[in-house]
């Protein structure tokens, strides 16, 4: 089992729908989560991050937390064709300070 | 805020060279950089962690003699591709940490595209 697993996808959805990006992860100590976009032939960008249990929100972006569940996600409300990209689910673990990153689910948004 | 510069952006150059690439966090300090690499249309590859006055850790089957990575104080980082060929080509990222804890985010360098003719 891999420590952060994301579907690759792609994930398509209309322009103006919501999308909803999921990511599980495997280290029940885990305690601070990132999603990361990153378009193509670029590097990854910080678009979120969240630390307790329950939904925080940031614009067109929400994140969800649900420790018990080991499961994170990312609502896009409003998708734009802009928003087609890779996102990327990264996890700290207790312990050490390097994220693990989930291979990336790709979100294509047709207009 | 939180803004980490690498360069070059790109470099193309023959086989055999040595190419040395960059990465400065410019408004905070980082103990701890990131070096990943990506080929085309797969994941993020971590390479190595560079530890600020001391050695990098290395992945699994990262050649430490080949990728040469210096962390000289703690704002840089550099890595080395010794002897470049054809096989090193690819999107090089670097990445660093704020110095204020383990719950703060990871921010990434625009990326080096090393090309090896």
């Known amino acids: 089992q891999k420590e952060v697993e994301q579907n690759s996808g792609p994930l398509s959805v209309p322009e103006g729908a ?3 990006l999921n990511c599980t992860y495997s280290d029940r100590v885990s305690q601070s989560f990132f999603w990361y976009r990153q378009y193509s032939g670029k590097s990854p960008e910080l678009i979120m991050s969240i630390y307790s249990n329950g939904d925080k929100e940031d614009g067109r972006f929400t994140a969800q937390l649900n420790k018990a569940s080991q499961y994170v996600s990312l609502l896009i409300r409003d998708s734009q064709p802009s928003d087609s990209a890779t996102y990327l689910c990264a996890v700290n673990r207790a312990a050490g300070n ?4 989930g291979g990336g689910t ?3 948004v047709k207009p | 805020g939180a803004v980490v510069s690498q360069h070059p952006s790109r470099v193309i150059c023959k ?11 410019l408004d905070f300090q980082a103990t701890t950089m990131f070096w990943y ?5 797969q994941s993020l590859m971590l390479m190595a962690t560079s530890n600020e006055g001391s050695k990098a850790t290395y992945e699994q089957g990262v050649e430490k003699d080949k990728f040469l990575i210096n962390h000289a104080s703690l704002t840089l980082s550099t890595l080395t591709v010794t002897s470049a060929h054809p096989e090193d080509s690819s999107f090089y990222i670097c990445s660093a940490r704020d110095l204020g804890g383990y719950n703060q985010p990871q921010h990434f360098g625009d990326g080096t595209r090393l090309s090896i003719l």
């Open chain 2, 15 to 25: 086989s055999g060279t040595s190419v040395k690439i960059e990465c400065r966090s």
């Open chain 1, 18 to 20: 919501i999308a909803s």
């Open chain 1, 98 to 101: 390097m994220l693990t990153f």
């Open chain 1, 106 to 108: 790709r979100l294509m």
């Open chain 2, 37 to 41: 690499r990506q080929f085309p249309k």
